[in-house]
């Protein structure tokens, strides 16, 4: 029997069990019991601290294994006007699942965008990765009590021979802070953050991870930053969460490109440490974070050749900007954040 064909009848004959008592992710049905050496999550997921032993990799590959293995048992739309599921496992995580369409594949961007964050030096991007889902069992779950986003998933998601769907699964994170910084208003508050003679970190102690965000939004090509729900304080008050990121990697059109120049222009000072990597950032870099995701077979790239070639051209146009503000202001003025 092939993997997918076991995988397949494993969540079946959870979903059969669970999917009398359990439709929304929300609802007490949807957290099972588990035995008390299974921990409900790891790292950011609602979830006790994995054991001291285990490092942040750790942390993340469990993560990862839970979202990619453990079955569906609920689900409910996040919006009318999305795809985006919220989904309970029986591993006890909460989770989004975003199905690639039929019409798009956006759905890889997420996974993309959470592979090469740290060569990008973009903080709080929540873990994300591929897998498949059997389509009428999820919309299943969803038909008694979101008939419209059945139909809707019925309708759009890209399922394969099997009728299973493949997408973008990624961790939930139950404690942002608030948003802050929506639309135009937020972000010429952040601009002023920016500027050379804005506020030291210090008196503003979310300053250096917005630099950071400015400029790995701009690399990786993510124009869709400030349109609502995908910037949120975190729970420290110190950094922040990126959510929603299948708006990066596309080739950007005339006015996505004049709204990310303008952000780039507004920045005044940089992450010495975010600058360093991406000095020494390559596309066999970009493409090895990505090969374990692609290995699962569910798209045959996570990012097409000229993709990548966006991300080192968009990369070219930040040095050249940081090393413009060197020559003229020095060293010390720019790379203001470690």
Not at 125 to 146: M, N
Not at 190 to 205: H, I, V
Not at 266 to 290: K, N, P
Request: proline share 5%.
């Amino acid at each position: 029997m092939k993997r997918w064909e076991t995988e397949f009848c494993a969540v079946l004959v959870v979903a059969l069990a669970a999917t009398a008592a359990c439709r929304s992710p929300d609802e007490p049905a949807c957290r099972p019991e588990k035995p008390a050496a299974e921990p409900a999550a790891a790292g950011r997921n609602e979830a006790p601290k994995s054991e001291p032993d285990a490092g942040a990799g750790e942390a993340v590959a469990a993560l990862v294994d839970r979202l990619t293995g453990s079955a569906v048992i609920g689900a409910r739309p996040i919006s009318k006007r999305s795809l985006s599921i919220k989904v309970a496992l029986a591993s006890g995580d909460r989770a989004v699942f975003k199905p690639l369409r039929r019409t798009n594949r956006t759905a890889r961007y997420e996974v993309a965008f959470s592979k090469v964050a740290k060569l990008v030096g973009a903080d709080g991007v929540p873990v994300s990765a591929l897998r498949r889902v059997p389509l009428a069992q999820l919309a299943g779950l969803l038909e008694v009590s979101y008939p419209e986003s059945a139909k809707a998933l019925r309708d759009e998601a890209l399922a394969d021979g099997a009728g299973l769907v493949g997408g973008a699964i990624i961790e939930w994170i139950a404690e942002l802070g608030p948003s802050r910084f929506e639309g135009e208003t937020g972000w010429k508050q952040l601009a002023g953050w920016l500027a050379a003679d804005g506020p030291s970190a210090g008196d503003e102690p979310t300053i250096a991870a917005v630099s950071r965000m400015v400029v790995a939004d701009y690399v990786a090509g993510n124009w869709d930053r400030f349109s609502g729900g995908n910037l949120f304080a975190d729970a420290s008050g110190r950094g922040l969460w990126l959510v929603d990121n299948n708006g990066a990697f596309g080739r950007w059109s005339d006015k996505q490109r004049a709204r990310m120049d303008g952000q780039l222009a507004a920045c005044g000072r940089f992450s010495a440490s975010q600058i360093a990597r991406l000095r020494t950032l390559t596309a066999g870099d970009v493409r090895a974070a990505l090969a374990d995701e692609e290995a699962r077979g569910i798209v045959e790239h996570l990012l097409t050749d000229e993709e990548v070639g966006l991300v080192l051209e968009r990369r070219d146009a930040v040095l050249r900007k940081v090393d413009a503000e060197v020559a003229a202001r020095g060293e010390a003025a720019v790379m203001a954040f470690p």
